[in-house]
């Protein structure tokens, strides 16, 4: 069964930094593509970035451009989000997710396999 624990959430000042992490196990993960979600309370889930299986090619939502990053490394079966100048408005709970096949989608329905998340707080 295939299986996403995501871990690296917490509470960080404005202009941190935090870097999270999707351990991937169940699945050939170096033959789908992935992305991170994100859901603030009261609105609706959000692609935050995608990548496809061999990494030649990402997505990012506008907001995030610029100071996150994507990542993976196919021999451990982990993905990888890096982010830098977080501010409060990307407080949310987080979730890596299994995409279809080697290209990303940006429909959420498009994942049939979600973790449970890891919670960023962004506050002074």
């Known amino acids: 069964q295939d299986r996403l624990v995501e871990s690296g959430g917490g509470l960080v000042q404005p202009g941190g930094s935090l870097r999270l992490s999707c351990a991937a196990s169940g699945f050939n993960f170096d033959l789908y593509s992935m992305g991170w979600f994100r859901r603030a309370p009261g609105k609706a889930s959000e692609l935050v970035a995608a990548?496809?299986?061999?990494?030649?090619?990402?997505y990012y939502t506008d907001s995030v451009k610029g100071r996150f990053t994507i990542a993976r490394d196919n021999d451990l079966n982990t993905l990888y989000l890096e982010m830098k100048d977080l501010k409060p408005e990307d407080t949310a709970l987080y979730s890596c997710a299994e995409g279809q096949g080697p290209f990303f989608s940006l429909a959420p329905h498009s994942y049939p396999a979600w973790g449970q998340g890891t919670q960023v707080t962004v506050s002074s």
């Open positions: 990548i496809t299986l061999n990494a030649d090619n990402s």
